[in-house]
């Protein structure tokens, strides 16, 4: 055999047992191209306007690479020490290492760039609908078009070129460190054999446990008045990323083991087939693949919680805009509001008006607080905040002596909780007026303009409301003392209105608000994170869940002699296959569980700094993230059952 026919028999064989790795590269290489192609769209230069889509695709684009990069070096290195035996064959029948390294080079160099020219013909492929999305999400009002961008095919081959050379220099330093005896003995040192547990690792095993549970407490309090200066928050952030991250090397390092062990006490050692191939093998192999896992469970991990708070903020996008901006379009002077009202009568357009005063005044609030605002920047017994009467809000009616708050978000209750009741005070310049705290409404009836640093609205009888407005201290008042808000009757139109409102020139600068304006800017910061971070995300997801599989691949390989003895015992196909699902369940499932809990707790530690609904986006993209990973669980089981069959 000549040694292009070697080549060719190697690159048939590699092929088939790696395909994965191969779509993993084409997927690689398509998603680059696309957003490199994206950054040179011309489409992008016409929406720069509305978003910086040209330096944020370029930032993702790199951290692309760093992935990427990372993913390919060390599935390289799975398959080169998988490889070793037939690297040592070929030393044996006298061939020199540099001939052996020429041909894994052209290998390489085939299957390589092989999937380069197809991911970029499917990068360019689908960039148009990426661009698409891109605008759908960001809401740019954009003509995305196919185009091919010079620019991005060659900046796509110089930086997978790179990777290409560090990968040959990796495999050139395999093979120049390997003696003949060592390349037969590469598998075998590189995984953890069973042994007995030591009292150490149970220990280890129990920190590990503690340490994640400590984390995911101390982040549960992060923000709920615990930590009151920036130094204190700071350092707490700090230990529970420290404290997870450790932890969660020890859970695999121990923690799992020890369960495990204790599950088998509990059986007295009485294990069935099933238990045998499954909690065994992930008992030891997980112990010494450790490093790998803590780092594909906490990217995971931050990929979820990082998605799951972009969603959030894009999910929340128009609840946060009514809370913003209490009308369709909110104005603060009669000049701006008339001068609207003109030209929607011009176009026809029928709309309502509302009319709200509003004073600000100095308020004591300290004995309705759940705790003091230690290191807030307001004092509590000296809070600015607006006040309206109740006339101005419908079914309100607040008596005399009482008071109600509305316009109270869930970050504001976070960092000043209030009692159900109590009795507060509003200072005034000569007087103080002490009035019965009588709860709490969340809808917001006037604009973020007045409500000072987002502090709620107090709702109090007009008589009250009079005295107060006679007793004004000016070192607290607002420009304007005036709400206008302006709905329109036909919702139709409101995108019409948003032209006129946009292209009018308004006297005050700030506190004139279109609620649509709001949604749009909003939804394109957001909608552009979180494209990002999705694509980001799912490029680990494959990345991360190829490199388990493989993992599984080399497993499956130096376990096939067990299934032999076994189905020589009398065990069938199913037995053994029942017990390989559950091993998958457990190799996929445990970073998979622990990625989610992780998180699961940072998103709720401060998901109310981004919007105002946690549960449904969380959900979606952790079920989400959940079922793709899952893919990679059924593929593995896939493999081994071919295993299995080949096994006899």
């Not at 009002?141 to 060659?154: G, K, M, R, T």
Request: charged share 15%.
């Amino acid at each position: 055999m000549n040694i292009n026919q070697l080549i060719i028999r190697n690159l048939k064989k590699n092929l088939k047992n790696y395909f994965l790795y191969v779509f993993a590269l084409v997927f690689s290489v398509a998603l680059y191209f696309a957003f490199v192609t994206l950054q040179y769209d011309p489409a992008m230069t016409e929406a720069k306007g509305t978003i910086k889509g040209a330096a944020a695709i370029r930032t993702a684009s790199i951290l692309l690479v760093a992935i990427v990069s990372i993913f390919l070096l060390y599935a390289n290195n799975i398959f080169i020490k998988r490889r070793s035996k037939e690297i040592g064959l070929f030393q044996l029948i006298g061939m020199t290492k540099g001939r052996i390294f020429r041909i894994l080079s052209a290998e390489n160099f085939i299957l390589y760039f092989g999937s380069l020219v197809i991911g970029i013909f499917l990068g360019f492929s689908v960039s148009r609908l990426i661009l698409m999305i891109l605008f759908k999400i960001t809401g740019v009002d954009a003509v995305a078009s196919l185009h091919f961008s010079s620019q991005a095919l060659v900046q796509t081959i110089i930086v997978f070129m790179v990777i290409y050379l560090f990968i040959m220099l990796m495999n050139f330093i395999f093979i120049k460190r390997q003696s003949i005896l060592s390349l037969f003995r590469v598998i075998s040192s590189t995984e953890g054999k069973i042994q007995k547990l030591s009292m150490v690792q149970n220990v280890i095993g129990i920190l590990g446990l503690v340490l994640i549970a400590t984390g995911y407490y101390v982040s549960s309090k992060l923000f709920g008045g615990d930590f009151t200066t920036m130094p204190a928050l700071f350092a707490a952030m700090t230990g529970i990323l420290g404290s997870v991250i450790i932890g969660t090397y020890l859970f695999y390092k121990g923690s799992v083991s020890f369960i495990f062990q204790l599950t088998r006490k509990q059986k007295d050692g009485y294990l069935s087939i099933n238990e045998v191939m499954s909690l065994s093998s992930i008992m030891f192999r997980m112990k010494s693949n450790a490093m790998l896992l803590t780092i594909i469970t906490t990217v995971s991990a931050l990929a979820i919680g990082l998605l799951s708070l972009c969603y959030i903020s894009y999910y929340s996008v128009d609840k946060t805009a009514q809370n913003n901006v209490a009308a369709d379009f909110a104005f603060v002077t009669e000049e701006d509001a008339t001068k609207f009202e003109t030209s929607l009568d011009n176009a026809g357009i029928d709309f309502h008006e509302k009319r709200i005063e509003v004073i600000q005044v100095s308020a004591n609030l300290k004995p309705i607080l759940e705790r003091n605002l230690e290191g807030m920047m307001v004092a509590p017994a000296d809070m600015p905040m607006s006040v309206i009467s109740d006339r101005s809000v419908k079914n309100v009616d607040a008596t005399p002596g009482e008071t109600i708050f509305t316009g109270y978000s869930d970050l504001l209750q976070k960092f000043m909780t209030l009692k159900d009741s109590g009795t507060i005070e509003f200072k005034g310049v000569h007087q103080v007026i002490p009035l019965k705290y009588s709860g709490l409404k969340k809808e917001f009836v006037i604009s973020w303009y007045y409500t000072a640093g987002g502090s709620p609205t107090a709702i109090v009888d007009d008589a009250v409301f009079q005295r107060l407005k006679q007793d004004l201290d000016p070192k607290v008042q607002q420009e304007s003392s005036l709400f206008i808000g302006i709905n329109l009757k036909n919702e139709g139109q409101l995108e019409k209105a948003n032209k006129i409102f946009s292209s009018l020139h308004f006297s005050s600068e700030h506190g004139n608000d279109s609620r649509l304006n709001l949604i749009k800017k909003q939804k394109n910061t957001m909608g552009l994170a979180m494209f990002i971070v999705g694509f980001l995300g799912l490029t680990f997801l494959i990345t991360s869940g190829c490199i388990l599989y493989f993992k599984q691949m080399g497993e499956s390989e130096e376990e096939k002699p067990n299934y032999t003895i076994l189905r020589k015992l009398g065990f069938t196909q199913g037995d053994l296959l029942r017990g390989i699902q559950g091993k998958q369940l457990f190799s996929f499932g445990i970073p998979l569980a622990v990625g989610l809990a992780h998180g699961y707790f940072a998103v709720q530690s401060g998901w109310f700094l981004f919007g105002a609904e946690v549960w449904t986006p969380m959900l979606v993209v952790m079920l989400l993230y959940a079922a793709l990973y899952s893919i990679f669980g059924v593929l593995s089981v896939a493999y081994y059952k071919k295993v299995i069959n080949e096994a006899l």
